[in-house]
């Protein structure tokens, strides 16, 4: 990625490495989302190591309260509505709730990028057609798309990730554009074009650095916006379907028991809040790292003026 | 300005919303009125939709009243606006209709009313819910021989047209005939007072109703989706009565168990194989703990189920055994049907519908948990309720799958002829079944009357639950009913369809 | 902000707008017939198919759409199959109640963020920001029907201070509106933050601080007019998603507005009543963006209109 290179770009791998560390350590909200979020990957990688086998149907678990580490540990969290232990549970969910955000997230970042770039940099016909379609899609409500792609294609992960690619897409779009416009009329690409650039060549080496940082921005703060909009759409039944399960629809489930069993929809709830928290944190993070008037803050103790 | 000024700012307007909002309380009760919560807004409030809860809970015998009355507990036959009825020949039912009573708009009751919501009913473009549920198959002809008796003849032999006159609100002649009204007038001891839409409706007491006046004389009644908000609201005095109370919801001594005349069961296409093999619907109906299931995603009150209607109902087969839960016969039924060359690895797609009765798919996730171990290769799929219809209703599109689907069968009208045609025969518009002998049995069983009728939808029932095996029957249903300790109220089972009001007073 | 460019404007508008409601046709046909689920199961396939007629169902989709256009043409939406009045009455009728639970939640939410936001970019690194920050992004994070529940359970159920959920007097708000609040403050915190504190580091501050302007004046004058424009952009944004009503959160509360009715008629099929939903909230949202586009350029100057 362009924004890393940026960073110190004489110095070697690991020194780089070392710089960033140290950048880290710096900023200890940054540093308990990066412990947060390595936690939710270890729970991810051990699920799928079977770490957690035996995370079995048992009616007589039902609803066990959590906090009791007399029932081993895999059930110190409590078990769910079918007595099955809610940590396998939250780890099995994190890996459809993230990969869901990720994926729908990378593709409509993908797509808005390269219709904003070209909307930017073409302008006229072209340019009109994709801001006015996106408009289009701006104006839709989510469900109704969420729906038609449920009721069409079959509830399935791909078609989700499609959904909420493209309801977000319209954001890319406009960004991208709005940076490649203020970026267009700069002296140096006049320049590059006077000297005979192709516009792909522009696009590539002069825009598409400047517009990638604010571009990731938003993405890291959609990623956060995503699994929400998830959790909303598989609390109206819209979304992932059992026996599929991600973290929204833990607590759509159980949100049913909250007088009873509030362990059951306050764990994935705070799951949800704290990774989306830890992906706005480690975006900030990122953002003044890259941001060489403010990456003082970061390696420097003093306090600010 | 220094930086802490604008937080000391923010402060004090957050603390100042915080005590304004604490300083007013919500909307206690009053003596002479009532809140009743329930899941969903009412459709269209016309006399003559009054099938589906939402509406029938506000109108029936509150807005508007029947002819006749079916007893909660054994489905007999009582009178209301009628007050006796004999049958005058194969065809012709007569019904003396009571006196003095008048309609909210001031018009008399008469036969002639009674003759024109018989009409208005039956009328194919209004595409009335009475027409489409209760009244369907028969046509009805109404004759006002005078004010007070009215005769009603049939085109086909209708041995319990009394029972169905139990589903027909009457509305005043005033009712417009070519179009719905959402401002129904009835004889019932309540007027609608309000609908405002989205929001509440509000009944108010009618001074010229021919019965006792009723002891509360304004009731609410609103709408809320979550079953824990509705639950909340009779704790917190917002609402004296909420139905559909979640079961892990309905743990306080204020929560009421009643059966809800429903029954739950899983429909299996036979027509598929490996479902079309007998001892494959065995195996199904043997791999079921339904005891491990009651009191955990179902209601400690469901009771395990061995037909589709409930004891009240007439034509319920005591007789047919509840099935056992017997993991080990199950596999060696499915064992027995492989070697004979029974395609039982098959992949079988369990179809459920979100939010068909609480807890729907942990239920079916539980099901399936059990089937998968039993040896079945089950997939679940949850649907939204429209493809789930699809799947529910004839005519059904492309190739099938094997497949069983989640679904629940109601009752209210107190006979099997209101289940049994629609559902197990040939024709049936939500039949797998094909069956030729079950289908006469069936028809027969219609057309009798008395201890041959009795007989014949008995046999029927055991034929689809024990020769056939052409279900798996689950559990008949309860619901729970949150109620304020300061009213008298005990929803029976005909709560669902109605809410009888003038029974209900304060302690 | 001449006469011909707010032409243009709603010409291009128009254009999306009828682009937007051919589209909604065709996509809430896609998502199947409503007979089925306005019928009782016990109806004859007759019964089925003489609703359809009735309500046009059974001719080709061009000829519907054909029929539909020429309603559109007459601002005829149709009648809600579920309310059975027309679709444009019902849809009237709450989004009054969206728009202004939107407003609300917005303005504080907007109030808030400049304040706690420019705190916490003026003081930056300080235990203030670092709690700010923290609580901004939880705000920012929390999913909002959860946080609803909760409410109800800590307000209504233990402390009995506020209603559960209905629709009245100011009380009936509160809940609601905090739940709205949640993610726009959140969000916009941030944004105002970020914005600032590059405002501030940004030369020309710089220079006016060396000129000897007063750091109280640095700061509201040129640093925060810079970090309102993309305050107000979000602020945009989310002005049009809340115009398409607060979704699940109505749905919660049993708020009547605009989110709660679109989601019922789309499980309901009521294609009439998702026809004129969209339509009424999609010129809302054209209403915000140019209201959206003035600001901008009542704010800063430099921002010219584009032809």
């Given amino acids: 990625m362009s924004a890393v290179e940026g960073l110190a770009p004489s110095s070697s791998l690991l020194s780089r490495l070392k710089w960033l560390w140290r950048a880290l350590v710096g900023d200890p909200t940054a540093l308990a989302a990066a412990i947060w979020l390595l936690i939710v990957v270890a729970g991810i990688v051990a699920f799928n190591l079977g770490a957690f086998s035996g995370g079995r149907i048992d009616l007589k678990a039902r609803n066990l309260p959590p906090f009791d580490i007399s029932f081993g540990w895999k059930l110190w969290l409590g078990a769910d509505a079918l007595g099955r232990p809610l940590l396998a549970r939250l ?54 798309v969420a729906l038609v792609g449920l009721y069409l294609f079959g509830p399935s992960v791909t078609n989700l990730i499609l959904v909420l690619a493209i309801t977000r897409m319209p954001a890319y779009i406009r960004v991208a554009r709005a940076e490649v416009l203020e970026v ?43 699994m929400l909009f998830e959790s909303g759409l598989s609390y109206l039944g819209l979304g992932i379907q059992p026996p599929a399960v991600s973290w929204g629809l833990m607590v759509a489930q159980g949100q049913g028991y909250l007088a009873t069993a509030w362990w059951l929809a306050c764990f994935p709830g705070l799951a949800v809040m704290l990774t989306t928290m830890s992906f706005n944190l480690l975006a900030n993070w990122f953002r003044i790292v890259n941001d060489p008037t403010q990456r003082w803050r970061l390696t420097s103790r003093k306090r600010t003026p | 300005m220094t930086a802490q000024q604008p937080l000391r700012w923010g402060a004090t307007l957050l603390t100042t919303l915080l005590l304004g909002t604490a300083m007013a309380s919500p909307a206690s009760a009053q003596a002479d009125s009532l809140t009743v919560v329930v899941t969903d807004e009412a459709k269209s409030l016309d006399p003559c939709d009054t099938d589906l809860s939402n509406n029938s809970r506000v109108l029936r015998n509150n807005v508007t009243e029947t002819l006749v009355n079916l007893d909660p507990a054994n489905g007999a036959v009582l009178p209301s606006l009628a007050t006796e009825w004999s049958q005058v020949d194969d065809l012709t039912w007569e019904f003396k209709l009571r006196e003095g009573v008048m309609f909210h708009d001031g018009t008399p009751f008469d ?24 009244l369907k198959g028969v046509v009805f002809t109404p004759e006002v021989v005078d004010p007070l008796t009215l005769r009603i003849s049939t085109d086909i032999v209708e041995p319990i047209l009394p029972n169905k006159m139990a589903s027909l609100d009457i509305g005043s002649p005033s009712t417009p005939a070519d179009a719905k009204t959402r401002a129904p007038i009835g004889t019932g001891p309540y007027t609608l007072a309000a609908w405002n839409e989205g929001q509440s409706v509000v009944l108010a007491g009618f001074d010229g109703y021919w019965g006792d006046k009723p002891a509360i004389a304004n009731v609410n009644i609103f709408w809320r989706a979550e079953s824990a908000v509705r639950a909340a609201m009779v704790d917190t005095g917002e609402a004296q009565i909420a139905f559909e109370i979640a079961p892990q919801d309905a743990t306080t001594a204020n929560d009421y168990a009643y059966l809800n005349a429903e029954t739950s069961l899983l429909r299996i296409d036979q027509a598929i194989a490996p479902l079309d093999d007998k001892r494959v619907r065995e195996a199904l109906n043997l791999a079921i703990d339904r005891d ?59 179809y459920g519908r979100i939010g068909i009765y609480p807890n729907s798919s942990e239920s079916l996730e539980a099901i399936q948990a059990m089937l998968l171990d039993a040896g079945f290769n089950v997939r679940l799929e949850m649907m939204e309720t429209n493809p789930w219809l699809a799947k529910l209703i004839k005519p059904w599109e492309g190739t099938r799958q094997p497949s069983i689907l989640q679904s629940q069968i109601d009752n209210t009208q107190g006979d099997a002829v209101f289940t049994l045609p629609n559902r197990f025969t040939t024709d049936g518009n939500t039949s797998t079944t094909v069956d030729t002998a079950l289908d006469a049995l069936i028809a027969n069983a219609s057309k009798a009357t008395g201890e041959e009728r009795q007989k014949l939808f008995q046999e029927a029932f055991k034929v689809i639950a024990v020769d056939d095996i052409n279900i798996v029957p689950l559990f008949h249903m309860v619901t729970s009913a949150r109620i304020a300790p300061s009213i008298t109220y005990v929803p029976d089972v005909q709560a669902g369809n109605e809410l009888k009001l003038k029974s209900i007073t304060y302690r | 902000m001449s006469a011909g460019y707010f032409l243009k404007r709603t010409a291009f508008a128009l254009l999306a707008l009828a682009g937007l409601m051919i589209a909604v046709f065709f996509l809430v046909r896609l998502t199947g017939d409503p007979v089925n689920l306005y019928l009782p199961v016990d109806a004859s396939q007759g019964a089925r198919d003489a609703m359809r ?67 916490a970019a003026v003081r930056a690194g300080s235990w203030v920001d670092r709690v700010i920050n923290l609580v901004s992004q939880a705000a920012a994070s929390v999913p909002d029907f959860w946080l609803g529940l909760m409410c109800i359970l800590v307000f209504a159920v233990t402390l009995r201070v506020l209603p559960t959920s209905g629709f009245g007097g100011p009380i009936y708000w509160v809940l609601p509106v905090v739940c709205l609040f ?30 000897g302007a007063q750091t109280g004046r640095v700061t509201f004058v040129h640093a925060l007019r810079n970090a309102l424009l993309p305050a107000i952009t979000v602020t945009g944004d989310l002005a049009a998603q809340f115009a398409g009503g607060g979704g699940v959160v109505e749905v919660v509360f049993g708020f009547p507005g605009i989110g709660k009715l679109l989601i019922d008629g789309i499980l309901k099929r009521d294609f009439a009543l998702v026809q004129a939903s969209i339509f009424c909230v999609a010129i809302v949202i054209f209403i915000i963006n140019i209201a959206v586009d003035m600001l901008y350029a009542a704010i800063d100057p430099r921002v010219r209109i584009e032809q």
């Fill in chain 3, 182 to 211: 949640a993610r726009p403050f959140g969000t916009l915190v941030q944004i105002v933050r970020g914005s600032m504190l590059e405002a501030l580091n940004a030369a020309f501050v710089r220079t006016a601080r060396a000129k």
């Fill in chain 2, 292 to 350: 491990g299931l009651i009191g955990t995603v179902f209601h400690a009150g469901a009771q395990k189920a061995m037909q589709v209607v409930l004891p009240s109902v007439f034509g319920y087969n005591p007789n047919i055994p509840v099935w056992t839960y017997d993991p080990e016969r199950s596999r060696a039924l499915l064992e027995q049907a492989r070697a004979d060359g029974v395609a039982v690895d098959t992949e079988i797609v369990l």
């Fill in chain 1, 91 to 144: 780890a099995e969910a994190a890996s459809a709730s993230i990969g869901i955000a990720l994926a729908a997230v990378l593709t409509s970042l993908a797509g808005g990028l390269v219709l904003g770039m070209v909307a930017g940099y073409s302008g006229g016909h072209i340019g009109n057609l994709i801001m006015r379609v996106s408009d289009i899609v701006m104006g839709f409500p989510t469900l109704l």
């Fill in chain 1, 184 to 226: 267009r009329e700069r002296l140096f690409v006049d320049a590059s074009r006077v000297f005979g650039a192709g516009p792909l060549w522009i696009l590539r080496n002069h825009i598409l650095p400047i517009v990638a940082p604010t571009m990731l921005t938003l993405a890291s703060v959609n990623v956060a916006m995503v």
């Fill in chain 3, 53 to 119: 007629t009735k309500l046009g169902l059974d001719q080709p989709v061009f000829f519907q759409f054909l029929d539909w256009g020429g309603q559109m043409l007459r601002f005829d939406f149709g009648t809600s199959l579920w309310h059975n009045r027309p679709a444009i009455e019902v849809v009237l009728q709450a989004l009054p109640n969206t728009l202004a639970l939107g407003a609300i939640a917005l303005t504080f939410a907007f109030g808030g963020a400049v304040l706690f936001g420019s705190v």
């Fill in chain 2, 111 to 134: 036969a002639a009313a009674v003759a024109a919501a018989l009409i208005r009913a039956q009328s194919p473009d209004l595409g009335c819910e009475v027409a489409n549920a209760d």
